[in-house]
């Protein structure tokens, strides 16, 4: 794609209207920032390159076109000699690559985080039992006025011990029972319609072609509530707060290396603020939250209750939109 000084599309190739599914007509003498609601790329980061003769490149450039579509794409920006003064934009669509590389990152580092969490928490609880035990031991021989401070250190204690088994999360195995998905999702909606103080209205888009398959309904219920409760959250300050639950089932879909044939997907759609910048590379690590005062557990749970199924979440942000996206492998279809 060529752009003028103006950012105004000058040229495109046949493939610029593959990767961005738009037509001829659409694209002709558009004005490049134009096509997108939001692009990672700012129009003064080209205006730059005109100014200081310099290309640039960057790799998982967030794109929203204009109809809604996600894009994630790597551009490379170079100064054309032929016509003069113009931006050649050579754009790659990269987004099904990096999922997959990205899904067989974070499910190793998910692993990792979880070992390491559970070494911690041996180290941890076994001198607590002791500080707990004489602490206890020693109320017995105090007079009654001093006993407070004893109470204190087992009640630190024990709030310490509480913190190391959420940080754990849950520990039973799952219990796969073949269940119908929307009535698990319906669940979830009507427990956040109960506790609902920013009023956010909830709208519903399934797939009834899921059919039941084997899965535990409390755990999914559990890892589907962290997701919603969040997004209800972070609607606190939004105008006019929703959420959407849909549901689709994915034909010949690949999660953590092994393809199947049929994938149930449960996405959770919000339009708050989107999640900052920051923390988005580490969203699912425990103790990690861009919420003032969370612990940043819950997404962390939610993730290794799915992992447990088999499958795995995803998530992509942009300001005014966040989604959470669940996947789950439907029993036997394995190839």
């Not at 180290?123 to 020693?138: C, S």
């Not at 913190?163 to 956040?192: C, K, W």
């Not at 589907?224 to 300050?237: E, F, G, K």
């Amino acid at each position: 794609m060529l752009l003028d000084a103006g950012l105004q599309i000058r040229y495109f190739n046949t493939a610029c209207c593959a990767v961005l599914g738009l037509g001829e007509k659409r694209l002709s003498d558009q004005y490049f920032p134009a096509l997108f609601q939001h692009i990672d790329i700012s129009p003064a980061h080209f205006y730059a390159a005109f100014s200081s003769r310099q290309g640039f490149s960057v790799s998982d450039v967030q794109a929203v076109l204009a109809d809604g579509r996600h894009l994630l794409l790597d551009i490379a920006v170079t100064l054309s000699e032929q016509p003069a003064d113009h931006l050649l934009l050579e754009i790659r669509q990269v987004e099904q690559q990096r999922k997959i590389s990205l899904e067989s990152l974070q499910q190793h580092q998910h692993l990792a985080a979880r070992e390491l969490i559970r070494g911690l928490a041996h180290e941890i609880k076994n001198p607590l039992g002791g500080l707990r035990g004489a602490a206890q031991l020693l109320e017995d021989s105090l007079p009654q006025e001093l006993t407070e401070y004893t109470q204190l250190i087992i009640a630190q204690a024990d709030r310490l011990r509480n913190l190391v088994d959420r940080l754990l999360g849950p520990y039973r195995p799952a219990q796969r029972v073949s269940s119908n998905l929307h009535q698990m999702i319906e669940q979830v909606r009507q427990l956040a319609l109960m506790d609902n103080p920013a009023q956010v209205s909830f709208s519903r888009d399934y797939d009834p072609s899921i059919p039941d398959f084997a899965f535990d309904p409390e755990l999914l219920q559990q890892a589907l509530l962290n997701i919603v409760r969040n997004a209800q959250q972070a609607l606190s300050q939004t105008e006019q707060p929703a959420i959407c639950l849909q549901s689709r089932v994915l034909h010949q879909h690949t999660l953590h290396g092994k393809r199947y044939k049929l994938v149930a997907m449960i996405r959770v759609t919000d339009n708050g603020p989107g999640i900052p910048n920051d923390i988005k590379d580490t969203l699912f690590y425990p103790m990690v939250s861009g919420k003032a005062g969370g612990t940043g557990l819950g997404l962390s749970i939610a993730q290794t209750l799915i992992h447990q199924h088999g499958g795995w979440i995803d998530c992509d942000s942009w300001p005014g939109h966040t989604e959470f996206t669940l996947y789950l492998p439907i029993a036997d279809t394995e190839d």
